[in-house]
């Protein structure tokens, strides 16, 4: 019997209208609140790092790319948001050369090595970061204030991390902390254009909004339980690299879980390690490696979260079967 209004076809059969590029591209439109503030405070020389960062990112990729014969992908806009992500986490202060060193690892040995986009295990502006911090931890460290005279300052973390009362003395407002008036990496000192940025990315359905809900409830309520003289739970969540962690570096697709309850995992583990590197730990912030930790982890964490599948016996049933 014929059915000629019947059309058959090879899966998936549910499309989406989204694509690689439409996704990168609303990632870059919801980092624009953070990098416009960046720019306006620290200048131009910030400007010239977030170009030259993305450049490096985009040409290392083409060139990997090319090298090993694959297609050329730098017009899905991956690596212009590694790129960006990157210069977001370095100090306006630093030497042009160094976003080229850290988006070409970024790129190359954090993303390109394990098969490219949606491959990487780790997330390659993070990978990438932690190279750049632990191979030239002084220029990676050397914050400057927002203005013209760019005057060395040190963060409020640093700030806190000192502790004695001269110190306490200088810290920021949190209004300022808010609004991005104080020292810190070009893209993570304005925590009203992060927050922008990611309700963005939760509207559009990019980004499911478990992971950095539960990811700042965490560093929340642990600074609420575990205070540190000068700051606040709410102080702490608008200092460092908790709301551009939370909204754009742990929800990257291909190294957090893929289930529900494996991200409500995934933002708790990096809630609890960043309070804990930041009020235990020698160094005074811990959002970069608390991500990093549990993109390790993630694996684990997928094997133990997927639901069951619909009508398949326990493994011990199957077993007694065969």
């Known amino acids: 019997m014929d059915y000629p209004n019947?059309?058959?076809?090879?899966?998936?059969?549910?499309?989406?209208?989204?694509?690689?590029?439409?996704?990168?591209?609303?990632?870059?439109?919801a980092l624009m609140p953070a990098t416009i503030v960046g720019v306006y405070r620290f200048g131009i020389k910030a400007l010239l790092l977030i170009i030259i960062s993305i450049a490096s990112a985009v040409i290392a990729e083409a060139v990997y790319q090319k090298i090993t014969k694959q297609k050329v992908t730098i017009s899905d806009l991956s690596a212009v948001v590694t790129g960006l992500l990157?210069?977001?986490?370095?100090?306006?202060?630093?030497?042009?050369?160094?976003?080229m060193v850290g988006s070409a690892f970024a790129i190359i040995f954090a993303k390109q090595l394990f098969g490219g986009i949606g491959q990487n295990f780790i997330n390659p502006a993070l990978a990438g970061r932690a190279f750049l911090l632990c191979s030239y931890p002084t220029l990676m460290t050397a914050w400057v204030a927002p203005g013209p005279d760019a005057i060395?300052?040190?963060?409020?973390?640093?700030?806190?991390?000192?502790?004695?009362?001269?110190?306490?003395?200088?810290?920021?407002?949190?209004?300022?902390?808010?609004?991005?008036?104080?020292?810190?990496?070009?893209?993570?000192?304005?925590?009203?254009?992060?927050?922008?940025?990611?309700?963005?990315?939760?509207?559009?359905?990019?980004?499911?909004?478990?992971?950095p809900v539960v990811y700042l409830a965490t560093v929340f309520v642990l600074s609420l339980l575990l205070p540190r003289e000068g700051s606040n739970a709410v102080y702490e969540l608008m200092i460092g690299g908790v709301m551009l962690g939370a909204f754009f570096m742990a929800t990257d697709y291909a190294s957090s879980p893929i289930t529900a309850k494996g991200q409500i995992i995934m933002g708790l583990g990096c809630g609890i390690i960043t309070v804990l590197i930041r009020v235990f730990g020698g160094y005074p912030e811990g959002v970069s490696y608390s991500i990093l930790i549990m993109n390790l982890c993630v694996p684990l964490i997928d094997r133990f979260t997927k639901p069951t599948i619909f009508g398949a016996l326990p493994k011990a049933k199957e077993a007694k079967k065969a």
Do not use: F
């Open 6 to 29: 019947i059309t058959i076809s090879a899966t998936p059969h549910v499309r989406s209208k989204e694509s690689t590029q439409s996704i990168m591209r609303d990632v870059i439109i």
């Open 86 to 99: 990157l210069a977001m986490n370095i100090p306006s202060s630093a030497p042009w050369w160094l976003p």
């Open 152 to 211: 060395s300052v040190a963060t409020p973390l640093a700030i806190l991390k000192e502790g004695n009362a001269e110190a306490l003395a200088s810290l920021p407002s949190l209004t300022d902390a808010a609004l991005g008036n104080i020292g810190g990496c070009i893209g993570e000192t304005c925590a009203i254009a992060l927050i922008i940025g990611g309700i963005y990315l939760i509207a559009k359905g990019i980004i499911s909004w478990r992971i």
